[in-house]
């Protein structure tokens, strides 16, 4: 029988899976928003599990949101990089070095 | 109809409004006069604030409207209008749409006021989202600029993964409790669970990320700096009023007579660590935005000793130090763009660097007093209102026996004491150089209208009882609708 | 069996195929064709059809994927309300109007800033 914890596993490792994708994909900065997009997705297959286990509708409402929200902010993340690639002419995170001190 | 909007009729009034200045600048109709119907719409905000609906929780129990959300509402309302008043004759100088800069501060204290009084988690994450959005635009508005760009990458970066953290604690949230509502969570919270107490850390930690302390600080200098300065002044202002906000909201809620979960020594070390990095770093900063950035993660660290111990002086104290903060930031960021040359009409690298304060008493004496008396109430001297909070939070960890904390936030105050000192010797001292600010710049003199007022606010400090009026009527109240009223007096 | 309910199918799919002829067989009749080199193209927005795929896009792409993104997905929250909006009634009506009145503000917005230009 599935309960909530095994879904809770599958969540971390897709989580830990895009983390690791952030730190290992420093030289492209799409790569690093489709692993903060995974990130999202990972926490919703733990809401959809919980609501799901106690037939609450509140999760999947969440989800809804979530996944709306998360495409408003990866808008937002792309109109950024597209900026960033006029000013600068690459999309290496490696390479913002300009603002130190 | 009106019944049914009115809990929510500054916040309509707000975005509604801003629709109407984002439509009016792209048909281009009016467009001198936008700003200050952005500061129209927020005294008709600050207005249906005050005139606004009874203390209590509206729309199934899905908003809150207390002393506390009023104070926080109002505030920001103040400060934006502060800025508003202050910039919109300053803002030709920067190579940004004002209308549009206007437009982004309405959408963020839209999703600041959501924040303020959400009471579900799902409400605070979509008022986190509209606050967090609207500030990465703002930070990007600057399009000639690298340092704008890359300011906003990583701000964006390090800001979803914030929200990522604070979706993964609201989910554990949800699972341990099989609820989204924040007074339920509170209410089951004291029986103790393993996920919940994890869920809890992981979305308050969210918001120390937005307020810039130790773990989850090295966004804020890089920000600071890259932004152009009216949207470093908001973001550094407003947007940390509301993370303070939501954390004292949270704090006080999770982790308030919680026995199974003893949160003190984190807060402990998160605010020691963030003191000594606010008290060591912008001693070697050359750049005057990042200096502030360094220098305002030791002030949130300050603050945060407050709430080591959950109590209503604490959280009062603490309310009173964010708001004579932000205020006194906010003052010295627009003394900067008034001094800002228009020779450079996008923000470089030297734009603001601290040797070109060098002699600033010569060329400017309004501005470099000014400038003094800012960074003076900053470090906490007594004549001015700076000094006010500190000594309250001071006082309330003596009278908590809490002598460790006590003991680093006294040296790391003379420590900070030490660099805001140098930089007014900078002012005062030194002698002019040809690259010194504000030589070249025409200052307009409506300025005199910002710079009494502030200075007025700042010699506040002279005279105590006003403000312990102040301070006893509004702000403990506030605080303890936070701690006393959260589930028996609202929820009933 | 009980066939009937699946009626409403019936009539369905053939709406559907009735007013995709019609415009079809419109376009047909009454349009002028032009036959030139750029409109046979396998892509007519400009690639080559056989080339490598590591080839640069032109930034130009993101921003329209950017509008897309936003109002493709922004519609993911009206599907809900679509399947149950006879029980929801009239206040959901309005919330969902209002939803489409705010995405319609940023659609204008986006038309005057010339967003939808390509040059």
């Known amino acids: 029988m599935i309960d ?19 730190l290992i994909s420093m030289n492209n900065l799409i790569k690093v928003f489709l692993c903060i997009e995974l990130m999202f997705l990972a926490v919703s297959i733990n809401f959809i599990a919980y609501a799901y286990a106690a037939h609450n509708i509140d999760g999947h409402v969440f989800t809804v949101f979530l996944l709306t929200v998360a495409a408003a902010e990866s808008a937002v993340g792309l109109g950024i990089l597209v900026f960033y690639f006029r000013r600068r002419s690459v999309i290496s995170v490696a390479d913002a070095t300009v603002l130190k001190g | 109809m009106i019944e049914l909007i009115k809990p929510i009729l500054p916040e309509m009034i707000l975005f509604f409004g801003a629709c109407l200045v984002l439509l009016l600048d792209v048909f281009q109709k009016f467009v001198d006069h936008l700003m200050n119907l952005s500061s129209v719409l ?3 905000c600050i207005v249906a604030i005050v005139l606004g609906v009874p203390d209590g929780v509206y729309y199934h129990n899905l908003c809150v409207i207390s002393m506390f959300t009023g104070l926080f509402k109002i505030a920001l309302l103040t400060l934006a209008l502060f800025q508003f008043l202050a910039t919109s004759f300053l803002m030709d100088k920067y190579a940004l749409n004002k209308n549009e800069h206007s437009v982004m501060v309405l959408f963020l204290i839209v999703g600041a006021c959501v924040m303020v009084s959400a009471n579900h988690l799902m409400l605070l994450y979509v008022g986190m989202e509209i606050q967090a959005l609207a500030a990465y635009t703002l930070v990007v508005m600057q399009r000639k600029s690298e340092y704008s760009a890359e300011a906003g990458v990583k701000y964006f970066i390090l800001g979803s993964l914030a929200s990522v953290l604070y979706l993964l604690g609201a989910s554990y949230l949800y699972g341990a409790y099989n609820t989204l509502y ?23 930690s969210a918001f120390l990320f937005k307020v810039g302390l130790f773990p989850f600080h090295q966004w804020v200098p890089d920000v600071y700096q890259g932004a152009p300065t009216p949207s470093t002044s908001i973001i550094s202002t407003l947007s940390k009023v509301t993370a303070v906000a939501v954390v004292l909201k949270l704090i006080c809620g999770l982790f308030y007579d919680n026995k199974s ?40 660290g300050f603050m945060l000793m407050g709430i080591v111990n959950i109590h209503v002086v ?7 130090y964010v708001l004579i903060y932000s205020l006194t930031l906010m003052m010295t960021l627009i003394c900067l763009m008034s001094l800002k040359d228009k020779r450079e009409p996008d923000e470089e690298r030297n734009d603001l660097e601290l040797s070109k304060l060098g002699g600033l008493s010569q060329v400017r004496p309004k501005h470099a007093f000014m400038l003094a008396v800012c960074f003076l109430s900053m470090a906490g001297m007594p004549p001015l209102i700076g000094f006010f909070p500190k000594l309250l939070i001071l006082q309330y960890i003596i009278n908590q026996g809490q002598m460790l904390l006590t003991v680093f936030a006294i040296i790391t105050t003379v420590i900070s004491l ?20 504000g030589i070249s710049v025409n200052v307009n003199m409506r300025l005199l209208w910002v710079f009494i007022p502030a200075v007025i606010i700042q010699l506040l400090g002279c005279y105590i009882p006003i403000l312990q009026t102040i301070y006893v009527q509004y702000v403990t109240p506030a605080a303890e609708t936070l701690i006393i009223g959260t589930n028996e007096k609202i929820y009933s | 069996m009980n066939l009937e309910e699946y009626l409403p199918i019936l009539v ?7 007013i995709a002829t019609v415009f079809v067989a419109l376009a047909f009749i009454r349009g002028h064709r032009t036959v030139y080199d750029d409109k046979i193209a396998p892509y007519e927005c400009g690639f080559d059809a056989f080339n490598t795929g590591r080839i640069r896009f032109d930034i130009r792409y993101y921003l329209v994927a950017i509008l897309f993104v936003l109002f493709d997905l922004e519609v993911a929250l009206l599907f809900p309300w679509a399947v149950t909006f006879l029980e929801l009634g009239w ?29």
């Open chain 1, 4 to 22: 909530p914890f095994h879904i809770n596993i599958l969540s971390i490792l897709v989580f830990v899976i895009a983390a690791m994708g952030i």
């Open chain 2, 42 to 44: 927020l005294v008709l």
């Open chain 2, 182 to 204: 924040l007074h339920e969570i509170i209410t089951a919270i004291k029986a103790g669970s393993t996920l919940g107490g994890l869920g809890s850390i992981l979305v308050v």
């Open chain 2, 261 to 300: 979960l003893d949160t003190r020594w984190i807060f402990s070390a998160i605010a020691i660590l963030s003191m000594i990095v606010g008290a060591v770093v912008p001693i070697v900063q050359t750049h005057m935005k990042r200096f502030l950035g360094y220098s305002s993660i030791g002030h949130a």
């Open chain 2, 314 to 320: 604490g959280v009062s104290s603490i309310i009173a």
């Open chain 2, 418 to 437: 030490f660099y805001y000192l140098k930089i007014i010797k900078l002012m005062y001292i030194d002698m002019p150089t040809k690259q010194s600010i």
């Open chain 3, 12 to 18: 369905f799919v053939g709406a559907g195929v009735f």
């Open chain 3, 91 to 119: 206040s959901a009506f309005a919330g969902v109007f209002s939803f489409l009145f705010i995405l319609l503000i940023g659609f204008i917005y986006e038309w005057k800033k010339g967003a939808l230009e390509w040059d």
